[in-house]
Nanobody, 119 residues
Framework: QVQLVESGGGLVQPGGSLRLSCAASGSFSSVNTMGWYRQAPGKQRELVAGITSGGTTNYAGSVKGRFTISRDNAKNTVYLQMNSLEPEDTAIYYC?????????????WGQGTQVTVSL
């Protein structure tokens, strides 16, 4: 069974920074693309950033230049460094990863971590 466990969310003032982490654990042969999505109240879930196992990244336009995604393949962990946070970044942030096990290959999701940007 594969689990993705996120940490690092919280309350921060506008202009502040947070770093999210997500570690994949369980029985699998490889972890491929990893990424972060977010969902604000009343809105659809949207892609924030993604990173391949080779380190190629992509970002939503709204976070480009402020957020940085990275990963540690040895630890099967993905990070999201969020700087210059704005109230519009308030959302539940979900980690996702494409994982290959002995039975299937597919996307798994974390439980989500709340990020609130407010005075």
């Amino acid at each position: 069974q594969v689990q993705l466990v996120e940490s690092g969310g919280g309350l921060v003032q506008p202009g502040g920074s947070l770093r999210l982490s997500c570690a994949a654990s369980g029985s699998f042969s490889s972890v491929n693309t990893m990424g972060w999505y977010r969902q604000a109240p009343g809105k659809q879930r949207e892609l924030v950033a993604g990173i391949t196992s080779g380190g190629t990244t992509n970002y939503a336009g709204s976070v480009k230049g402020r957020f940085t995604i990275s990963r540690d393949n040895a630890k099967n962990t993905v990070y999201l460094q969020m700087n210059s946070l704005e109230p519009e970044d308030t959302a539940i942030y979900y980690c996702t990863a494409h994982v290959v096990t002995g039975i299937r290959a597919g996307y798994y999701w974390g439980q989500g971590t709340q990020v609130t940007v407010s005075l």
